[in-house]
């Protein structure tokens, strides 16, 4: 019995050590939160679907499609995320741009069965590079970037949340694996 308490209280300790240990590991930094919300709106499917998802196994004309009302297609959606995802990474990487004084509209374009691959692998890689940035970046660039990365953020899931809606409505979307 006198054993059996003892090995009990050694486990416990040992427990009760592993888990404060854990909890510090996991703390929550600014960093931890602005690579969560990168993730979520880049490849990691939590609360939403994000962008890699969402572009997945569609055909170029199935990116092409556009109703009669105006609204941006799938690929114009996607080359947007692209050109403003890539001025974030130009910036965070200190390459120097011209101001963007142009009409935001031409930031939609259209794409062919050769660039749309294409727009969804720099996609894929422009979002990795700003992740790559922010996981690289040292405490005092994380207070200078977080609302630029906050923001870029909330505008993919944004973007990301009207393909999905067209793929539901042209029933390109299933709600089990996300494609169809």
Same mark, same amino acid.
């Given at each position: ?85 890539? +001025?974030?990474?130009?910036?965070? +990487? ?33 979002? %990795? ?18 609302? %630029? ?17 067209? +793929? ?13």
């Amino acid at each position: 019995m006198k054993h059996t308490m003892k090995y009990t209280l050694i486990l416990l300790f040992f427990c009760i050590a592993y888990a404060s240990k854990a909890q510090n590991d996991s703390a929550v930094t600014l960093k931890s939160i602005l690579l969560e919300q990168l993730k979520t709106t880049h490849n990691v499917k939590d609360w939403f679907v994000p962008p890699n998802i969402a572009v997945a196994g569609l055909t170029p004309e199935q990116a092409n499609w556009k109703d009669s009302s105006g609204n941006h297609s799938i690929a114009q959606l996607t080359t947007h995320l692209v050109f403003w995802n890539k +001025r974030v990474l130009n910036n965070l +990487r200190g390459i120097k741009q011209d101001p963007f004084n142009a009409d935001n509209k031409e930031t939609f374009s259209p794409v062919d069965e050769k660039s749309w691959p294409a727009t969804i692998k720099e996609l894929d890689s422009v979002l %990795t590079g700003i992740e790559v940035a922010v996981q690289n970046a040292d405490d005092a660039t994380l207070a200078k970037i977080a609302s %630029t990365i906050a923001h870029i953020g909330t505008h993919n899931a944004y973007h990301t949340g009207q393909i999905i809606y067209i +793929r539901k409505m042209k029933g390109w979307w299933d709600d089990n694996n996300g494609v169809k």
